[in-house]
């Protein structure tokens, strides 16, 4: 009798060790953390909270991304920051997602276009280690900027904000005026076009090699492109657009065709003037 009360007690001790030791498991505040936040979760009386983006393939390059946010409705959904910030002037709006109508941006169109002012900002195009770009339209007629801003946040693109401005006025001839009569007005094209033009494009005998010649003005109007009048897209990966600049170049390129053309403009003696194109469609 003696020794079945000697277990039962040595029984109670240990049980009130395992007990102590239980108390400083160190995976205890882990664990408390976890089912709480299965519980918010689980529970059906729990208000559903928004999932954060996650990046996909895409997100790793910005024209990736940007294609499949204006050709997928949902990514594009997924990818705005609602209620979403407008901007029109000093007036400011708030889109709910309710009130958000799928935005195309410029694929549906054949090519889109692109500003630089200096040749070496061309090579910002495809880098990965951007988080901020902007997405433009220029409308040539108004004079109007339309603005949209992405941020990428924990590795996904978002839709932060959108921004409608007036473009300033200088006194020099501004680009953006000048090139709208230009792209529609042959006299005035003709005018404005150096002669001889630089010309550079492919080897028609060697598909890895580039020729450089030059143009006359009834040889430019034979190998031309189609330009864009009412309105100029543009992607600003951190290139600067300055309206006092005496350069530009407008990049024409083409949404899954091939087709690239570029543009090179300088403002001479007050004026705009073409001085070079450079044709490289595959």
């Known amino acids: 009798m003696k020794k079945l009360i000697a277990g039962v007690i040595l029984l109670g001790m240990l049980s ?3 007990n102590k030791k239980a108390k400083i498991d160190p995976f205890a505040s882990i664990t408390k953390e976890v089912d709480s936040i299965r519980y918010k979760t689980d529970s059906v009386h729990q208000e559903e909270l928004p999932e954060e983006p996650q990046p996909i393939q895409a997100d790793e390059s910005f024209d990736d991304f940007i294609y499949n946010f204006a050709s997928d409705d949902v990514l594009q959904r997924q990818r705005v920051k609602f209620p979403l910030p407008y901007y029109n002037g000093d007036k400011k709006l708030n889109i709910d997602e309710h009130r958000w109508k799928h935005d195309d941006l410029f694929t549906k169109q054949h090519y889109y276009t692109l500003l630089f002012d200096k040749e070496e900002d061309m090579d910002l195009v495809g880098d990965t280690a951007l988080t901020s770009v902007q997405v433009e339209w220029i409308f040539v007629k108004t004079r109007m900027m339309k603005k949209y801003y992405f941020e990428r946040i924990k590795g996904a693109w978002m839709l932060e904000a959108i921004n409608l401005r007036p473009i300033e006025q200088d006194d020099n001839e501004d680009f953006v005026e000048f090139f709208g009569r230009f792209a529609v007005d042959s006299l005035f094209q003709s005018r404005r076009i150096r002669e001889p033009l630089i ?14 010649t030059t143009l006359d003005r009834d040889q430019w109007f034979a190998f031309k492109p189609e330009l864009p009048s009412e309105r100029l897209s543009n992607i600003n990966y951190g290139q600067r657009n300055d309206d006092n600049s005496t350069t530009k170049i407008l990049a024409l390129k083409g949404i899954g065709n091939g087709f690239s053309n570029i543009l090179y403009f300088r403002r001479k003696a007050g004026g705009w003037e073409l001085y070079k194109f450079e044709d490289t469609s595959i």
């Open 199 to 212: 010309f550079v494009t492919c080897d028609p005998d060697d598909d890895f090699s580039i020729l450089k």
């Open 16 to 18: 009130s060790c395992g």
